[in-house]
């Protein structure tokens, strides 16, 4: 019963796309279980590249995709999604939670307003939708919405919400909620309609899956300094990018699970608001970020740069539970020289080995550094010729990081990625 979950081990956009893309070969089921159109998860292969926002990234192998009831949906974004594979000659075979939560077009318009100011979020109406769902009393799930009864819940949710719609400016009275109403409604049950065909109980099927000894991978958004609990709260997320999201975003009990991969850039980078002890304010962070393509998927923001940081990565193996790392983007860091990396945080005159995710401890903390001496500049075509190759091809600096990485955090990395293809995954065997 192969349960693996993919999951971020920094600040969302590890490149878990490309590692849930290159395991989904020997995958039957490719499962999201949280977060929702704030993700970008860019698969690459050949001359194709798509960026996946809802649809699991295993969709270009055709397997079963599942969306789990922890992933809060667009549905126009999951629409163009399908359209968009189609047009890559791929008919994604899609099962859709009834129980996920649907991110209605006054969410986006709340989450453009305070939040994207104060946090930096990506506007794309996730906190709104998850606190309506934690509230209970507005919220729309997929089965509302495919459901026969989508006009009631819709008018009586609109008369829940209309004094956050007036402050909003959404509507400006009470006597312009029917229009709105039947604008709304015109453009959600057809969404709704186009839909149905994939709503329905993922929680068995994939159960069901995993009775009979089929491999499932769960695909895990974000990463898990954005998580709710478990970031630097509250520059978060508003979901459980970490592991045991999987369990509750799913319906799995955790005995479901037996690996749990954790994806790692080889260096670190943030987008939005929030600390970042590693962060480099000078032009080498700048080099780092136009090297590695470091602007967001899905706001194209420039990502701020840092280097790698194991007591972070140390927090992120301890709250996952992560058996291996996949540690990508070895190729950006060719030619930077020396490399650093933060081995410890010093804090109020100690040293401690594991992050605290606090932001007021972090606004003290001092990384500690240690220095490599890093590996040569090589070209794509030259990289590419390494990841044919295998490992031990690899310059011996960027060895050195690799098995650096792996002693002093007692986890194996078991997968490195010197470009973004699916064929620059080099496996570790
Ligand atoms: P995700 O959100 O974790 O799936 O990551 P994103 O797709 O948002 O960002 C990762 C970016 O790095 C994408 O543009 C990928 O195509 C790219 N990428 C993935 N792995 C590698 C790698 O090993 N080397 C390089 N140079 N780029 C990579
Ligand atoms: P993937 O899955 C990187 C960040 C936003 C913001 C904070 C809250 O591609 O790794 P939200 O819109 O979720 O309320 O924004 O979280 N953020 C991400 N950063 N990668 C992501 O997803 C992210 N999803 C959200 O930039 O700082
Ligand atoms: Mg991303």
């Not at 996946?52 to 126009?76: E, T, Y």
């Not at 009275?173 to 709105?180: A, S, T, V």
Request: charged share 30%; proline share 5%; hydrophobic share 35%.
């Amino acid at each position: 019963m192969p349960g693996i979950v993919v999951v971020g081990m920094q600040f969302g956009d590890e490149s878990k796309g490309a590692v849930v893309d290159y395991l989904s070969r020997d995958a039957d089921l490719v499962v999201r279980y949280n977060g929702g159109a704030n993700a970008g998860h860019t698969v690459a292969t050949g001359d194709l590249r798509l960026k996946f926002r809802l649809m699991p990234s295993g969709a270009l192998w055709g397997k079963r995709l599942v969306i789990g009831n922890g992933v809060v949906v667009d549905p126009k974004v999951l629409l163009d999604e399908i359209k968009a594979l189609r047009e890559v000659g791929v008919e994604p075979n899609l099962l859709l939670s009834r129980k996920a939560h649907v991110v209605m077009p006054y969410h986006k318009v709340i989450d453009a307003g305070k939040m994207a100011g104060s946090l930096g979020t990506t506007k794309r109406g996730i906190g709104p939708t998850y606190a309506d769902k934690a509230r209970r009393t507005d919220a729309i799930r997929v089965d509302d919405l495919v459901g026969p009864r989508f006009r009631e819940r819709l008018e009586s949710v609109l008369r829940f919400k209309l004094d956050e719609l007036v402050a909003y400016g959404i509507v400006r009275r009470e006597e312009d909620l029917p229009k709105y109403l039947e604008e709304v409604y015109g453009e959600y049950s057809e969404y709704g309609r186009e839909l149905r065909p994939y709503a329905g109980e993922a929680y068995l099927e994939v159960n069901r899956a995993l009775d009979e000894g089929k491999v499932v991978l769960f695909e895990g958004a974000q990463g898990t300094l954005l998580d709710l609990d478990h970031g630097t709260y509250p520059y978060v997320t508003s979901s459980n990018p970490v592991a045991g999201g999987a369990c509750v975003g799913v319906g799995v009990g955790p005995t479901r699970i037996d690996r749990v991969i954790g994806v790692a850039k080889a260096y670190t980078t943030r987008v939005g608001a929030g600390p970042f002890p590693t962060e480099i304010h000078d032009e080498l962070g700048d080099r780092i970020r136009e090297r590695g393509g470091e602007y967001g998927t899905v706001t194209g923001r420039p990502r701020r740069c840092g280097w790698l940081d194991l007591p972070m990565l140390r927090y992120s193996i301890m709250i996952n539970g992560i058996t291996e790392i996949a540690l990508r983007k070895l190729d950006v860091l060719g030619g930077t020289r020396p490399l650093k990396v933060a081995v410890a945080y010093e804090i109020d005159g100690e040293e401690r080995e594991v992050m605290t995710p606090f932001v007021s401890d972090l606004e003290r903390v001092r990384p500690v550094y240690e220095e490599l001496d890093g590996w040569e500049e090589l070209s794509p075509g030259e990289w590419g010729r390494v990841a044919r190759r295998g490992y031990d091809a690899l310059p011996r600096g960027a060895r050195d990081y690799v098995e650096f990485i792996e002693e002093r955090l007692g986890v194996p990395v078991t997968m490195v990625g010197v470009g973004p293809r699916r064929e620059d995954t080099i496996e570790r065997v």
